[in-house]
């Protein structure tokens, strides 16, 4: 993915943790950057500091992507270039059982997890084919590898789907140069569980079960480069999902409901 001639990477998400993340190290790779969140002085502020490092473009696109009309707003900023890598990141839970959340929050939760995502990369893929070496990043989880748990209900679910979608167009264009690569990152330190309200609750949790956000970026970038289909960054988090497919059903089961009351809120 390292980039000779200039190329023009997307990522959503941009504003804080892994996104703002994903935008430095494409940055330095050389990728000019549109960058996509709600926060737009967040974006500024990461724009200037990408620009003054590595003299690259900046194109900044502050939209809720939970928004009915956020993905033509987006793509109206792309119709004088074509975009080459697309790094659907942008993501965040609800937290509780599903009942403590009106509907309302859970379509809003499913358009920016699943709906924006597939609007997006079907818009943008044909250029990314043109190319003959686009590069497609989906930020999944390690939640979407193991069993449904109490709390988020919809997280993980959405996260399988992710993971399952990226496989599908991995198989449908790889023929045609597409690089995908589903990104399943573990704990990671970043505002992500500040906005759900579980920083307590994870708080707790010890310290080798966390990654930094530029440990994950950098394993997934690596991953890319090597056509890897799934990524795992962290050895602990690629013991944690051989476990959940080799012991038994009950077991696996079993620890996901005790740990679940551990990093979820439930009250």
Same mark, same amino acid.
């Given at each position: 993915?390292?980039?000779?001639?200039?190329?023009? $990477?997307?990522?959503?998400? !941009?504003?804080?943790?892994?996104?703002?993340?994903?935008?430095?190290?494409? *940055? =330095?790779?050389?990728?000019? %950057?549109?960058?996509?969140?709600?926060?737009?002085?967040?974006?500024?502020?990461? $724009?200037?500091?990408? !620009?003054?490092?590595? +003299?690259?473009?900046? +194109?900044?696109?502050?939209?809720?992507?939970?928004? #009915?009309?956020?993905? #033509?707003?987006?793509?109206?900023?792309?119709?004088?270039? #074509?975009?080459?890598?697309?790094?659907?990141?942008?993501?965040?839970?609800?937290?509780? +059982?599903?009942?403590?959340?009106?509907?309302?929050?859970?379509?809003?939760?499913?358009?920016?997890?699943?709906?924006?995502?597939?609007?997006? /990369?079907?818009?943008?893929?044909?250029?990314?084919?043109?190319?003959?070496?686009?590069?497609?990043?989906?930020?999944?989880?390690?939640?979407? %590898?193991? #069993?449904?748990?109490?709390?988020? /209900?919809?997280?993980?679910?959405?996260? =399988?789907?992710?993971?399952?979608?990226? &496989?599908?167009?991995?198989?449908?264009?790889? &023929?045609?140069?597409?690089?995908?690569?589903?990104?399943?990152?573990?704990?990671?330190?970043?505002?992500?569980?500040?906005?759900?309200? /579980?920083? $307590?609750?994870?708080?707790?949790?010890?310290?080798?079960?966390?990654?930094?956000?530029?440990?994950?970026?950098?394993?997934?970038? =690596?991953?890319?480069?090597?056509?890897?289909? %799934?990524?795992?960054?962290?050895?602990?988090?690629?013991?944690?999902?051989? $476990? *959940?497919?080799? %012991?038994?059903?009950?077991?696996?089961?079993?620890?996901?409901?005790?740990?679940?009351?551990?990093?979820?809120?439930?009250?």
């Amino acid at each position: 993915m390292t980039a000779t001639l200039r190329s023009l $990477a997307l990522v959503t998400g !941009a504003s804080a943790g892994i996104g703002a993340e994903f935008c430095r190290q494409l *940055a =330095a790779r050389g990728h000019d %950057l549109v960058m996509v969140a709600r926060r737009r002085e967040r974006l500024a502020t990461l $724009a200037h500091e990408l !620009a003054t490092r590595h +003299r690259v473009s900046t +194109r900044l696109v502050a939209v809720d992507l939970g928004a #009915p009309d956020a993905i #033509p707003q987006v793509l109206s900023m792309l119709e004088d270039r #074509p975009v080459t890598c697309l790094v659907n990141n942008a993501g965040y839970g609800v937290p509780g +059982r599903y009942l403590d959340s009106a509907w309302e929050d859970h379509a809003r939760f499913q358009r920016v997890m699943i709906d924006s995502v597939a609007e997006l /990369t079907h818009a943008l893929l044909p250029g990314m084919l043109r190319s003959g070496q686009g590069r497609l990043i989906n930020v999944a989880s390690l939640a979407g %590898l193991l #069993p449904g748990s109490a709390g988020h /209900t919809l997280y993980g679910a959405s996260k =399988a789907w992710m993971i399952r979608w990226s &496989e599908s167009l991995a198989f449908e264009y790889r &023929e045609r140069g597409l690089g995908v690569c589903a990104v399943c990152p573990g704990f990671t330190y970043s505002e992500f569980h500040d906005v759900t309200g /579980t920083r $307590a609750q994870v708080a707790r949790l010890p310290r080798w079960l966390w990654m930094s956000a530029d440990e994950v970026v950098a394993a997934a970038l =690596a991953a890319s480069d090597a056509g890897e289909l %799934l990524c795992i960054p962290g050895r602990v988090n690629r013991l944690i999902a051989r $476990a *959940a497919r080799w %012991l038994p059903v009950g077991v696996v089961h079993f620890l996901s409901a005790r740990e679940s009351r551990r990093v979820r809120s439930l009250d």
